[in-house]
C-alpha cells in the first residue's frame, strides 16, 4: 500500500468522523446552539460527512473509510484473483482508518471543549464517541449491527462499482444518501455505527482524552460494531457478488 493511499484513507476518514461525531456533540452537549435538535439533524450530517470524507479521499484511496467496506474490496479482489488488493493493503487500509477515526474523535473534543464541563451526564458524552443500544440485548445488537451493514455493502456495491467507493461526485452523493436512509431507517436501535473504525477509534480517544465528567468507554458492548459490521459487509458483499454479479453474466452470457 503506498503512503499516499494511506494518508488519504487517514484524512478521508478524520474528515468522516469530525463532522459526524461534531454533529452529535453539537445535539447532546449543553449550551451547544444546535442542542436537541434532533435525529434527523444527525442522520443528515453523517450522510453529508460520509460525502466531504469521499470528496478527500475519493481520488487516492477510492475512500473506504471504514474497515467493513474495505474487507468487502479485500473479498471481492480474491474470488476475482486480480492481486489487485491483498492482505497488505487490507491491513493499511485498516490502519488509516483507525488513525483518521482518532484523529478526528481529538478534534471533536477540542472543538467542543467547553461543553464538556457544562454537560451533566456521562452517557451523553460517550454517545458523542462511541454507538450504544436504545435497547440493551447484545444478540440483537449484534443483528441490528449486521443487517445495517449488509444494506451499505450490498446496496453500495449495486451503486456501480464493485471495487470500492466511486470517486465521482455522483458516486460520493450516492454514498452519502445510502448512509442517510440507513440511520433513518435502521439506525434507532444501535445508532448504526455501520463502520468499526467509527466506534473503535473514537471510543479509545474517549478513554484517553481528558472529557471533564466521563464515565465508563462502555467496552462489554464495544465488540459489537466491530464483529457486526465486519460479519454484515461480508454478508453484503457475498449476496452482490454471488447473487447479482455471477447470475447476471450466467443469464447475459453464451447460450
Given at each position: 500500500?503506498?503512503?499516499?493511499?494511506?494518508?488519504?484513507?487517514?484524512?478521508?476518514?478524520?474528515?468522516?468522523?469530525?463532522?459526524?461525531?461534531?454533529?452529535?456533540?453539537?445535539?447532546l452537549?449543553?449550551?451547544?446552539?444546535?442542542?436537541?435538535?434532533?435525529?434527523?439533524?444527525?442522520?443528515?450530517?453523517?450522510?453529508?460527512?460520509?460525502?466531504?470524507?469521499?470528496?478527500?479521499?475519493?481520488?487516492?484511496?477510492?475512500?473506504?473509510?471504514?474497515?467493513?467496506?474495505?474487507?468487502?474490496?479485500?473479498?471481492?479482489?480474491?474470488?476475482?484473483?486480480?492481486?489487485?488488493?491483498?492482505?497488505?493493503?487490507?491491513?493499511?487500509?485498516?490502519?488509516?482508518?483507525?488513525?483518521?477515526?482518532?484523529?478526528?474523535?481529538t478534534?471533536?473534543f477540542?472543538?467542543?471543549?467547553?461543553h464538556?464541563?457544562?454537560?451533566?451526564?456521562?452517557?451523553?458524552?460517550?454517545?458523542?464517541?462511541?454507538?450504544?443500544?436504545?435497547?440493551?440485548?447484545?444478540?440483537?445488537?449484534?443483528?441490528?449491527?449486521?443487517?445495517?451493514?449488509?444494506?451499505?455493502?450490498?446496496?453500495?456495491?449495486?451503486?456501480?462499482?464493485?471495487?470500492?467507493?466511486?470517486?465521482?461526485?455522483?458516486?460520493?452523493?450516492?454514498?452519502?444518501?445510502?448512509?442517510?436512509?440507513?440511520?433513518?431507517?435502521?439506525?434507532?436501535t444501535?445508532?448504526?455505527?455501520?463502520?468499526?473504525?467509527?466506534?473503535?477509534?473514537?471510543?479509545?480517544?474517549?478513554?484517553?482524552?481528558?472529557?471533564?465528567?466521563k464515565?465508563?468507554?462502555?467496552?462489554?458492548?464495544?465488540?459489537?460494531?466491530?464483529?457486526?459490521?465486519?460479519?454484515?459487509?461480508?454478508?453484503?458483499?457475498?449476496?452482490?457478488?454471488?447473487?447479482?454479479?455471477?447470475?447476471?453474466?450466467?443469464?447475459?452470457?453464451?447460450?
Amino acid at each position: 500500500m503506498s503512503a499516499e493511499k494511506f494518508v488519504g484513507e487517514v484524512l478521508g476518514t478524520m474528515i468522516l468522523i469530525l463532522l459526524g461525531d461534531g454533529v452529535v456533540a453539537g445535539v447532546l452537549l449543553a449550551k451547544s446552539k444546535a442542542f436537541a435538535s434532533g435525529w434527523i439533524v444527525i442522520t443528515m450530517a453523517w450522510g453529508m460527512a460520509v460525502f466531504a470524507g469521499i470528496a478527500v479521499a475519493g481520488t487516492f484511496t477510492g475512500a473506504h473509510m471504514n474497515p467493513a467496506v474495505t474487507l468487502a474490496v479485500f473479498l471481492d479482489n480474491q474470488v476475482k484473483s486480480t492481486g489487485a488488493f491483498g492482505v497488505d493493503s487490507l491491513l493499511g487500509y485498516w490502519a488509516g482508518e483507525m488513525i483518521g477515526a482518532m484523529i478526528g474523535a481529538t478534534l471533536v473534543f477540542l472543538h467542543y471543549y467547553p461543553h464538556w464541563a457544562e454537560t451533566e451526564d456521562p452517557g451523553l458524552k460517550l454517545a458523542v464517541f462511541s454507538t450504544g443500544p436504545a435497547i440493551r440485548n447484545m444478540t440483537w445488537n449484534l443483528v441490528s449491527e449486521i443487517i445495517g451493514t449488509f444494506v451499505l455493502i450490498f446496496v453500495g456495491f449495486s451503486l456501480g462499482n464493485a471495487t470500492g467507493v466511486n470517486s465521482s461526485i455522483g458516486g460520493a452523493l450516492g454514498w452519502g444518501l445510502l448512509v442517510l436512509v440507513i440511520g433513518l431507517g435502521l439506525g434507532g436501535t444501535t445508532g448504526y455505527a455501520i463502520n468499526p473504525a467509527r466506534d473503535l477509534g473514537p471510543r479509545i480517544m474517549h478513554a484517553v482524552l481528558p472529557i471533564a465528567g466521563k464515565g465508563s468507554s462502555d467496552w462489554e458492548y464495544s465488540w459489537i460494531p466491530v464483529v457486526g459490521p465486519l460479519i454484515g459487509g461480508a454478508l453484503g458483499w457475498a449476496v452482490y457478488y454471488y447473487g447479482i454479479t455471477e447470475f447476471v453474466a450466467k443469464a447475459l452470457g453464451p447460450k
